[in-house]
């Protein structure tokens, strides 16, 4: 089988795969002060609980933003699995030509969203990542990275509107249904939820405008169904694509299932 490894600001996904079929998947927050050996001890747990043993894992693949974590897991991986995990950076293959001024800059989920999108749609594409930051990204038909945009997430966004506004509570974020709220909290809901909305949909306009009029639009990330079911801008929603693309990356780097 082969471990996934999603390493975001927040979240950590991981997904296992036997063959072509993700088996199961799992969300975790991604914890800096947890050491090599916690995290070992969380997998076990979590692999124990789908009755799945420690020795089915014989090839793991990360794709990571927070450096501190890669190398923790790392050693997570080398000490609990005996296994050598293929880092997504300079080096590896993955297919996608990426046109940017500096290519290194891209982020790894950036690029592994880029190439599984390309596998199952093709192009062009615009792919918008709901995760800590919200970002924007360009592919084009030939399957070239050709750049994006970066947003502050939701979930940051809101924090900061609860942190630093003392009278302002927090809040669930679920659908506000109107966008005239009637008190505080649902003031609050309209204009988290509905403001990033209204973002998406210009930003997919003005994407379109430079990409082109016919670009697909896939959607990813942990706050995904709940922008998603609120704006006709989004065409697919996609919650493991970044997981699709480190299996697709895996089998191109000849790693074994």
């Not at 790392?74 to 997504?88: D, H, M, Q, S």
């Not at 249904?177 to 973002?199: E, R």
């Not at 949909?201 to 709940?226: C, D, M, N, R």
Request: glycine share 10%; proline share 4%.
């Amino acid at each position: 089988m082969i471990l996934t490894m999603d390493i975001g600001n927040t979240n950590t996904v991981l997904g296992l795969y036997e063959g072509d079929d993700l088996k199961t998947h799992w969300r975790i927050s991604t914890d800096r002060n947890k050491t090599p050996d916690e995290y070992g001890m969380l997998f076990r747990n979590l692999f124990k609980s789908a009755d799945i043993t420690d020795d089915a894992v014989n090839s793991i693949i990360i794709s990571s933003v927070v450096p501190p974590i890669l190398r923790i897991l790392k050693k997570t991986a080398y000490r609990y699995f005996n296994v050598n995990p293929l880092v997504i950076g300079p080096g590896v293959k993955t297919g996608m030509n990426i046109k940017m001024d500096n290519p290194k800059e891209v982020g790894a989920d950036r690029i592994v969203n880029a190439v599984a999108g390309h596998q199952f749609y093709q192009g062009p594409l615009i792919i918008v990542d709901f995760g800590t930051a919200t970002t924007f990204c360009a592919i084009s038909e030939k399957g070239e990275y050709l750049g994006g945009a970066i947003a502050p997430g939701i979930g940051i966004s809101s924090e900061a509107l609860f942190s630093q506004s003392a009278k302002l509570p927090r809040i669930e974020l679920i659908e506000p249904g109107h966008a005239i709220g009637k008190n505080t909290i649902d003031g609050m809901k309209s204009g988290i939820v509905y403001g990033f909305v209204g973002q998406v949909e210009y930003l997919v306009k003005k994407f379109k405008k430079e990409l082109s009029k016919e670009a697909v639009v896939i959607a990813t990330g942990g706050l995904v169904s709940l922008i998603a079911a609120e704006t006709d801008s989004i065409d697919y929603v996609e919650p493991f694509l970044t997981l699709k693309g480190l299996k697709h990356i895996a089998d191109i780097n000849g790693m074994g299932s």
